[in-house]
């Protein structure tokens, strides 16, 4: 007699399609709090917040507006810059693009070509 086994297929399976989304972890501190909190308010961004860190993932695109965050802080403008985001950020997916006003995180690559100087032409 022989037995035939047959495996269920693995919810971890590998999968190659863009997702169009991306994200960074923040801190789960008092400047990540804030952050998340002024995150919430935009368009397509998501929130999780964990016991040891603070999620914040999108669709396509979104913008870390540092005198926003600045003003959830209680501080002038120009306090929160690119220094105090990547102090407080742990680690992202997606293109960042930092700018002296905001940094900005795309799904795609191609969508942040004119921001890093990349030519879309295809070339002979």
Known sequence: MTSTFTTAESPFKQDNTAS??????LMNNQVGAVVAEV???QDNVTVTHLPSMIRVDAINRMDFVYDDISEALGEEPGYFDQAEFEENMS???GRM????DRTIMFANPEDAAEYIG???TASS
């Open 91 to 93: 680690t992202h997916y």
């Open 20 to 25: 169009n989304k991306c994200g960074v972890t």
């Open 118 to 120: 990349f030519d879309l």
């Open 97 to 100: 693009v930092h700018l002296d």
């Open 39 to 41: 995150m919430t308010g």
